[in-house]
T-cell receptor
């Protein structure tokens, strides 16, 4: 079964510093990977996806993610964090069977301090 | 584009009553809609997948007679929590996927917070 793991419950970073939110995946076949962000009491907003092609994927709000096949990782990155980036971040992988549902990681809370 | 709405955004009901939550794709047609449940500080748990015009497919452990899902059109799916109990209190989120064959993305609604007293 497809799965993703987010090893960190929380990541703390100072505003202006680079941030990384980690995600590793386990899939059979080609991985379709996604990052979503959730603000308090809101639904999920799509940030970016990897389907195929360049390993560095650029997404919304200045975020990017690097697909690393040898390390089975898909870490989310941003060169300079903003306080407004503080939110809950979910990595997800698409199940290649049936309804192609998304399987989510446990989420990582990002806290950017001023 | 690709906006999904949910109504209501929050609801309080008494134990034993039923509550209906609507999920609409506003500017696209969605063949498939997904219903998730999220407990505080936890990830999303997929409850069921619905396809327009057919019965929903429920995940293991989800009571289909308690959580009734109807996907009557390409822009509307509803989740009805029947005979609600306090343990059904949660944040319910729907998502929708478009018609196109390469629709890899799911678009999420803003969520509905249900509190059962």
């Amino acid at each position: 079964a497809q799965s993703v793991a987010q090893p960190e419950d929380q990541v703390n970073v100072a505003e202006g510093n680079p941030l990384t939110v980690k995600c590793t995946y386990s899939v059979s076949g080609n991985p379709y990977l996604f990052w979503y962000v959730q603000y308090p009491n809101r639904g999920l907003q799509f940030l970016l996806k990897y389907i195929t092609g360049d390993n560095l994927v650029k997404g919304s709000y200045g975020f990017e993610a690097e697909f690393n096949k040898s390390q089975t990782s898909f870490h989310l990155k941003k060169p300079s964090a903003l306080v407004s980036d503080s939110a809950l971040y979910f990595c997800a992988v698409r199940d290649g069977t049936g309804f192609q549902k998304l399987v989510f990681g446990t989420g990582t809370r990002l806290l950017v301090s001023p | 584009g690709a906006v999904v709405s949910q109504h209501p955004s929050w609801v309080i009901c008494k134990s034993g009553t039923s509550v209906k939550i609507e999920c609409r794709s506003l500017d696209f047609q969605a063949t498939t809609m997904f219903w998730y449940r999220q407990f505080p500080k936890q990830s999303l748990m997929l409850m069921a997948t619905s396809n327009e015009g057919s019965k929903a497919t429920y995940e293991q452990g989800v009571e289909k007679d308690k959580f009734l899902i109807n996907h009557a059109s390409l822009t509307l799916s509803t989740l009805t929590v029947t005979s609600a109990h306090p343990e059904d209190s949660s944040f319910y989120i729907c998502s929708a996927r478009g018609l196109a064959a390469n629709s890899y993305e799911q678009y999420f609604g803003p969520g509905t917070r249900l509190t059962v007293t």
